[in-house]
């Protein structure tokens, strides 16, 4: 084991530069995908069937090809026409449009999601199609899609492992390194699982996080705005109360039972699958 | 229920109308909920739409706030096209941006308020003006506030409303439509989702704007007292037309037809 920890030591370098490619594919990856999907899941909500067809062709095409034969193709067969891509380009890009293509079906329904009521609303005041989505449906399809998008994002990292068929040398391909060199398929690919799931670990957080700014957005919680920090003084002097009598009873609590009181906690679960 | 009598003066009738439905057709698939409707309203005129439910009265404020597709006739506003008008013996579609300038003289308060939950009540209030009226953030705000005291809410100009009970969600409608001063105003069983203890301060704001201002009222409600309160004339609709209309008195005290009878022995 001492052994294994000296070779790790020795190898924390290459280690780093893996991890360096990983997250560099995961977030630029993710952010192309993002904007993948907004354009695509936007358009597939259109009522011009000229906007709306060709997208949906396009993600049920990249939706239906695999990772793989995608990333190939940027790699392999790119060059053939001509065109040379690097191989970071090529790991990105095909993450991006396969995610993209994913995520695109969460932008979409997550927009069907929305009241009618607040598009009709949004029609009566005259605001223009533009504003209507900028101002009115989009801040309130967000919310309704980041659980789902961390879901894509974390499948996203996890999917970033093939490039090391294209000559990247991401996390996976230097933990098979590390796995050579210690000579301990156990210890290395522990380490692998370790840094994977941390990773996926801080998107999670992330994700929450915006969640949560986005529900605070539609008024669940506004952090401090007048009336939330009353708001905020009441529930905490009703909730010492609670807390004083449950501690005599030792009973759980369980929340939730004060109509006003919706914080973020009971809002839209949060974390994995959304209501889509 | 016995019904006071206090029907206020029918203004003039003269002149080009605030609505005209023209030969109006609305069909839902297979369904034809309007065929040849005619009918017209004069500015300033309070307007009340009664009939069985499925009469089509909500149908006829959509199609006037453009939310719905009119399948055949016209719409006039002020005399001027609202979706469609007729040119050369032809009947087209009005651009949309044009209808949309149309929009902009005519406030809808819906059944379930519909505000926008990401924005505070006085961001509800101040979008349209600011981006549709393009007003500047200040002067919108101040009359924001202004609109907001009106309807009993001043206090409630940075809650968010998710915050608010449902009648000060309506009256907070009421405010954000009456923000955009039209010239007509829909109101589509504002008090159907309120709890009967929050109805009298909605429809008391609604009376209030009813005696103050000469903004064209077309309204569907439950409320007979207060229709026969608030209305110059009474439009009773059955299948898809006008059965009959008349002032208030006329409509509820003596009504000519035995389906308006019945119709309104069964609400009152
Ligand atoms: N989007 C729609 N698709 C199909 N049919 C519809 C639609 N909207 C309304 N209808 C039909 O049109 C008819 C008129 O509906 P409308 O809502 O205008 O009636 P209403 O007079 O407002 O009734 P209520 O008193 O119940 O509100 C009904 O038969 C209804 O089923
Ligand atoms: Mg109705």
């Not at chain 1, 009618?116 to 449906?137: F, Y």
């Not at chain 1, 840094?195 to 669940?220: D, H, P, S």
């Not at chain 2, 059955?238 to 009878?261: A, C, M, W, Y």
Request: proline share 5%; with cysteine.
């Amino acid at each position: 084991m001492t052994e294994n920890l000296t070779t790790l030591l020795n190898f924390l370098p290459q280690l780093w530069e893996g991890v360096r490619v990983t997250i560099i594919l995961t977030v630029v990856g993710s952010l192309g995908a993002v904007i993948i999907a907004l354009a695509l899941g936007l358009a597939m909500t259109s009522t011009h069937a000229w906007l709306r067809v060709p997208a949906r062709i396009i993600v049920e095409f990249f939706r239906g090809t695999s990772l793989l034969v995608q990333l190939f193709w940027l790699f392999y067969v790119f060059p053939l026409l001509g065109v040379e891509l690097d191989p970071m380009i090529c790991g990105i890009g095909a993450l991006a449009l396969n995610y993209g293509a994913y995520s695109a079906e969460v932008v979409r329904s997550s927009i069907t999601t929305v009241d009618k009521g607040q598009w009709e609303a949004a029609i009566a005041l005259s605001l223009s199609p533009s504003r209507r989505m900028i101002r009115v449906i989009f801040p309130q399809a967000w919310a309704l899609m980041i659980p789902s998008l961390a879901t894509l994002l974390i499948q996203l990292l996890k999917g970033t492992a093939v490039v090391s068929f294209i000559t990247l040398q991401d996390l996976t391909d230097k933990i098979t390194q590390l796995r050579q060199s210690t000579n301990d398929t156990y210890f290395a690919f522990t380490v692998g699982l370790i840094i994977y799931f941390v990773i996926a670990w801080l998107i999670q957080e992330f994700m929450n996080f915006l969640e949560r700014r986005a529900t605070a957005a539609l008024g669940r919680r506004r952090p401090n705005s007048r009336t939330d920090r009353r708001e905020a003084r009441r529930l905490a002097r009703a909730d010492a109360v609670r807390k004083d009598r449950s501690t005599s009873r030792a009973a759980a609590d369980d929340g939730g039972g004060d109509g006003l009181g919706t914080g973020p906690e009971s809002g839209p679960a949060s974390g994995q699958g959304g209501r889509l | 229920m016995p019904l006071t009598e206090k029907t206020p003066a029918t203004p003039a009738t003269a002149g080009t109308p605030a609505i005209e439905f023209k030969d109006v057709e609305k069909s839902f698939g297979p369904t034809t909920v309007l065929k040849d409707l005619n009918f017209t309203v004069a500015p300033g005129e309070r307007v009340t739409l009664i009939g069985p439910s499925g009469s089509g009265k909500t149908t006829i404020l959509r199609l006037v706030m453009t939310l719905e597709d009119l399948t055949d006739g016209y719409i006039f506003v002020d005399g001027e096209p609202l979706t469609f008008e007729e040119r050369d013996g032809k009947r087209v579609e009005m651009p949309k941006k044009r209808t949309r300038e149309m929009t902009t003289r005519i406030g809808m308060v819906f059944q379930q308020f519909n505000l926008f939950p990401n924005m505070t009540v006085l961001e509800n209030i101040i979008e349209a003006p600011v981006h549709v009226l393009g007003k500047s953030k200040a002067e919108a705000s101040t009359e924001a506030k202004e609109l907001l005291e009106r309807v009993g809410l001043s206090e409630k100009a940075d809650a968010h409303p998710t915050r608010l009970s449902g009648g000060q969600q309506q009256r907070v409608a009421i405010a954000r439509a009456l923000a955009m001063s039209p010239e007509i105003l829909l109101l589509d069983e504002v008090t159907s989702a309120l709890d009967p203890e929050l109805v009298g301060d909605v429809l008391g704001v609604l009376r209030d704007i009813a005696e103050t201002t000469d903004i064209t009222m077309l309204l569907v409600t439950h409320e007979m007292q207060f229709a026969r309160d608030v209305s110059h004339r009474v439009m009773m609709f059955d299948g898809g037309q006008v059965l009959e209309e008349g002032p208030p008195d006329q409509i509820f005290n003596n009504p000519s037809h035995e389906r308006t009878k019945s119709f309104l022995s069964s609400v009152l």
